[in-house]
């Protein structure tokens, strides 16, 4: 009688592996790290630029709704909260984005304030504290700019 080995075949052919060994695993696993590793800041970066920019609609909407209320009263004044020239309008939502989901910035109205001009400023909190451009401004006059981005970051970059 004849004795099989382990390794071959009744047949006497090779033995045909089957799987993937771990040499091979390790080898998708490092591959897919490296992609991760690439694609990762970029997807956190284009949700920020999403976020700051709806932002940057919101507070063009806020200057909207600044504009009818100098309309009704003939004053940027008392946009604020308890009729006061500053702080968090109550003309309009305070928080980006306007949907009510979770708040990404505040939105103000800045010191300063006088019956023929204003200032809109949009600050980053939560999931966007991080933002390279800072708060964002926008006037009655529809000046664009940003207060405390990073260095380096240009207002153009950031609107």
Known sequence: MRKLNAH???????HKQ?????IELMIVVVIIGIIA????????????QTRRADCAGALVSLSGAMERHFT????????GPGGTPSGTPTIFAGTCPVDGSTP??????AAGTTVSTYLLQA?????QADDKCGTLTFSNRGLKDV??????VTRDECW
Request: hydrophobic share 35%; glycine share 16%; aromatic share 8%.
């Open 8 to 14: 071959t075949p009744a047949n006497g052919g090779l």
């Open 18 to 22: 089957k799987g993937v060994n771990l």
């Open 37 to 48: 590793s690439i694609a990762y800041p970029s997807y956190t970066n284009q949700i920020q």
């Open 72 to 79: 009704v009263t003939g004053s940027y004044l008392g946009a």
């Open 104 to 109: 990404t910035y505040n939105l103000t109205i």
């Open 123 to 127: 600050a980053p909190i939560g999931p």
């Open 147 to 152: 207060v405390g981005a990073d260095a380096g």
